[in-house]
Nanobody, 128 residues
Framework: QLQLVESGGGSVQAGGSLRLSCAAS????????IGWFRQAPGKEREGVSC????????YYADSVKGRFTISRDNAKNTVYLQMNSLKPEDTGVYYC?????????????????????WGQGTLVTVSS
């Protein structure tokens, strides 16, 4: 059974950087596309970025385009989210999720109840 564990969150000042990791166990990530999501206090969970398992295509929400970079290392069974030029509005709990189809993450929005495999989340706090 596929399990996901996020790590790398923390507190940074605006303009800083963090790299989040989504490590998988139980099943190889070769068969899964991976998405990153975030949830700010009192708000719905929103899609941030995703990466395809078939061709490595990457996708970004407009709010993070040019600042965040998603990548995957299948040998390490891990997907990363490099976050640069962080803003206070990037604050939230970041989650990764897995699905065999990249289309399950797109278009980016707020309704992801159909996704079944989630990590526990990692908190990112960006101060101004």
């Amino acid at each position: 059974q596929l399990q996901l564990v996020e790590s790398g969150g923390g507190s940074v000042q605006a303009g800083g950087s963090l790299r989040l990791s989504c490590a998988a166990s139980g099943v190889t990530l070769d068969y899964y596309s991976i998405g990153w999501f975030r949830q700010a206090p009192g708000k719905e969970r929103e899609g941030v970025s995703c990466i395809s398992n078939s061709d490595g295509s990457t996708y970004y929400a407009d709010s993070v385009k040019g600042r965040f970079t998603i990548s995957r290392d299948n040998a390490k069974n891990t997907v990363y989210l490099q976050m640069n030029s962080l803003k206070p509005e990037d604050t939230g709990v970041y989650y990764c999720a897995a699905d065999p189809e990249i289309g399950s993450f797109l278009p980016f929005g707020f309704s992801y109840y159909h996704l079944e495999v989630w990590g526990q989340g990692t908190l990112v706090t960006v101060s101004s």
